[in-house]
């Protein structure tokens, strides 16, 4: 069993009406980020990912961040978070957010008609933050060459997969009991 396993049946889970979270350091901060675990994911994330071309890696803030700043530092391909603050620069992209728990709004810069894109975060669970980042980047006319999410939740909506779009994942887990339970311990290809 790997790293990311163990630290996956280790996590609390809290219940938020009626909703169970993994609180995990990868998708919260919480507990501390053991840099062991984050170098396996990032390994992972290289290995499973198509990268031929790729001009750019995106990400939605917050959780993605320290995930896709490793990859791009392991791979030299640049960075280009989505942001939840407007700026108002040139080529700033909106798009609508909604999550099995919050709606935002937010921004993306620096992407452009033809750039090759890798679109990297941490939890894939109603697929709603990656269904409005997916959505946007097509708007843009970006080529999504690839799409990985660290940890997939299983159960309920998937509104990325019910809009058609393709998600790699790490590890597929439940909850179950009040206890995480591995579904699929290589994920989605």
């Known amino acids: 069993m790997d790293r990311l396993q163990e630290s996956l049946l280790e996590c609390p889970i809290i219940e938020k009406d009626g909703y169970h979270y993994f609180v ?3 998708s919260d901060g919480v507990p501390q980020l053991d840099p062991g675990l984050l170098r396996e994911i990032v390994i992972r994330i290289i290995r499973k990912a198509e990268l031929d071309d790729v001009d750019k890696i995106v990400t939605p803030a917050a959780m993605g961040i320290h ?11 640049p960075l280009t978070v989505i942001r939840k603050r407007e700026y108002g620069l ?6 609508h957010q909604t999550t099995g728990y919050s ?4 921004y993306i810069n620096d992407v452009r008609e033809g750039d090759r894109v890798l679109v990297l975060d941490d939890v894939l669970s109603t697929g709603g933050t990656l269904a409005a980042v997916l959505g946007a980047l097509d708007d843009i006319g970006a080529d999504v060459v690839d799409t990985v999410a660290v ?3 299983v159960g309920g909506d998937n509104e990325v997969a019910d809009a058609g779009y393709d998600v790699k994942t790490l590890v597929n887990v439940d909850v179950v009991d009040g206890e995480v339970v591995i579904v699929d311990a290589d994920g989605d290809d």
């Open 24 to 26: 995990h350091p990868i």
């Open 67 to 77: 995930i896709s700043t490793a990859v791009s530092l392991m791979t030299d391909i």
């Open 90 to 95: 040139d080529g700033e992209t909106a798009l």
């Open 103 to 106: 709606e935002n709004e937010m």
């Open 151 to 153: 940890i997939k939740k």
